[in-house]
């Protein structure tokens, strides 16, 4: 199990951009899937993004093509680059790491960070 930290959320305007880091601290972050998730007042924590140990990709549809996720194993860092933000995407945003399972679902995620709030406005 690793330990996460997230930065870069903030408030931004409709259309605008922003990116969020996570940092990993262990050694072993490189087999480790790291996921992005977010979760808005009173919903469900969703799935946003995530990146295996391998460099392949998952995407909600709700970001595709909006959202790119990356990691820089030598940094023990995953990012989240997000464009085109709308204020659907307002929550609190969550790095976490996985040690074996579905990329796309919550519960099967072993480590969490703290979380960083994005708020885009209209």
């Known amino acids: 199990q690793v330990q996460l930290v997230e930065s870069g959320g903030g408030l931004v305007q409709a259309g605008g951009s922003l990116r969020l880091s996570c940092a990993a601290s262990?050694?072993?972050?490189?087999?480790?899937?790291m996921g992005w998730f977010r979760q808005a007042p009173g919903k469900e924590r969703e799935f946003v993004a995530a990146i295996s140990w391998g460099g392949n990709t998952y995407y909600a549809n709700s970001v595709k093509g909006r959202f790119t996720i990356s990691r820089d194993n030598a940094k023990n860092t995953v990012y989240l680059q997000m464009n085109s933000l709308n204020p659907e995407d307002t929550a609190v945003y969550y790095c976490a790491a996985q040690i074996s399972g579905f990329p796309r679902r919550v519960r099967e995620y072993n480590a969490w960070g703290q979380g960083t709030q994005v708020t885009v406005s209209s």
């Open positions: 262990g050694r072993t972050f490189s087999s480790y899937t």
